[in-house]
């Protein structure tokens, strides 16, 4: 938790971000992922300062675990002085503790973006899906609660101005901004109306930015001309060399396949799966993960 020093911005876990994304799709299935396109409302998880502390506390960490779908999984809160936001404590369950920073006792507003992390750690260790490494495993946290639908909590949580600064999650805020505009470009919703801080909201846009550029990648037929300007030459590239041909600043490579011919593979823009089809003008390819049907010119 960020309070009041410097917020890491741009995209230092992008990667892992996209790694997430892919091994969430892998572990839930295309179907289950969808039953998640409606996201937490936020007159479900609003706290007043006027609400018991303890009594709405619990009350949000229900509407969370009702979210994630975890109707067997009772959360218990309390509040203690602490370095970072939160902690829960992974145990067998049905039953888990939450702690929240003492800070939250006066900052009411941002107890559901704490939870929303806590509780997709309980999601995740029910669904045994994790990363190798401590950091690794907090990003698939934050990314699969904003996938699912709650961690637009945590981005609207970040908040700056000449004296202060918060941010919630390990995710630079336009990393949250790229796996909510992930989410949006993929269930249709339009999370930027629920924004109260207005960092958060160009966070939003930035990472939406991006996310779409993912969608403007050769060899899809979306492609700029620049793009496909490159990929031509590449292309060429490669079928005249008859090598695996890759770069690391594309998203792209080319791979020789049978009777003189090439392949190309290439990340699909919902889930980052990669895709490989053959080169030989417009395809049209279909992720055998989350089922994304893709427009080529190979």
Excluded at 21 to 48: H, N
Excluded at 196 to 218: F, H, I, K, M, N
Aim: proline share 5%; hydrophobic share 40%.
């Amino acid at each position: 938790m960020a309070n009041g020093g410097p917020v890491e911005h741009g995209y230092p876990h992008l990667e892992t971000v996209r790694a997430a994304v892919t091994a969430l799709y892998r572990r839930l299935s295309c179907d289950t992922v969808r039953t998640f396109s409606v996201s937490v409302a936020p007159a479900d998880v609003a706290f007043c300062d006027t609400d018991d502390l303890h009594l709405g506390a619990q009350r949000v960490a229900r509407e969370l675990v009702r979210h994630y779908r975890l109707p067997d999984a009772r959360l218990i809160v309390g509040f203690r002085e602490m370095t970072h936001a939160a902690n829960v404590e992974l145990a067998a369950g049905p039953e888990y503790f939450v702690e929240l920073n003492d800070r939250f006792r006066t900052h009411r507003r941002d107890i559901g973006a704490a939870l929303a992390h806590e509780v997709a750690h309980v999601y995740l260790h029910r669904l045994d899906l994790s990363l190798p490494g401590t950091r690794e495993n907090e990003i698939l946290t934050d990314t699969v609660a904003t996938y699912l639908g709650a961690g637009w909590l945590l981005l609207d949580a970040f908040r700056q101005d000449g004296a202060s600064s918060q941010k919630l999650g390990y995710l630079t805020p336009e990393e949250f901004g790229y796996v909510l505009a992930k989410r949006a470009l993929a269930f249709g919703e339009d999370p930027s109306v629920w924004f109260t801080s207005a960092q958060a909201y160009t966070a939003y846009t930035e990472g939406l930015a991006l996310a779409r550029r993912d969608e403007r990648q050769p060899p899809l037929v979306s492609a700029g001309w620049a793009g496909r300007r490159r990929y031509a030459r590449d292309r060429r590239h490669a079928q005249d060399h008859r090598v695996s041909a890759g770069r690391p600043d594309v998203p792209y490579s080319f791979t020789p396949a049978e009777h003189g011919s090439l392949r190309v593979a290439f990340p699909c823009p919902t889930c980052h799966q990669r895709i490989r089809v053959p080169v030989r003008g417009r395809v049209r390819a279909r992720c055998g993960l989350c089922r994304t049907v893709l427009e080529c010119d190979t």
